[in-house]
């Protein structure tokens, strides 16, 4: 099993920026993909982005690039989402996710495919 507890939200103005954290513990070496996930009420779950453990490479979604940065602690078992800019759009609930098999590049942001989920940390912008 794996445990995995996001901190760092909390509200900011317009432009303002935020860095989440995801605390991974547990039976984490066989994970391959870990990734934030981001759900605004009424609407559904999006992938944000999403960091391939095993060659490190990195996906973004198009709403977030450029604005997002998503890394990895490998010694601390830690994930990071530094977010800039942020806009009233990005308000949501945060999750970070993990999995620990392989996933096609069209299966990467699909919420489904993750099976192991924290609690979430929620991300307030106000205009």
């Known amino acids: 099993q794996v445990q995995l507890v996001e901190s760092g939200g909390g509200s900011v103005q317009a432009g303002g920026s935020l860095r989440l954290s995801c605390a991974a513990s547990?039976?984490?070496?066989?994970?391959?993909?870990m990734a934030w996930f981001r759900q605004a009420p009424g609407k559904e779950r999006e992938g944000v982005a999403i960091?391939?453990?095993?060659?490190?490479?990195?996906f973004y979604a198009d709403s977030v690039k450029g604005r997002f940065t998503i890394s990895r602690d490998r010694a601390k078992n830690m994930l990071y989402l530094q977010l800039e800019n942020l806009n009233p759009e990005d308000t949501a609930m945060y999750y970070c996710?993990?999995?620990?098999?392989?996933?096609?590049?069209?299966?990467?942001?699909?919420?489904?495919?993750?099976?192991?989920w924290g609690q979430g940390t929620l991300v307030t912008v106000s205009s």
């Open positions: 996710a993990a999995a620990d098999w392989r996933l096609p590049r069209d299966g990467l942001f699909t919420g489904r495919n993750y099976g192991y």
């Open positions: 547990g039976h984490t070496n066989p994970l391959s993909y």
């Open positions: 960091f391939a453990l095993r060659g490190g490479d990195i």
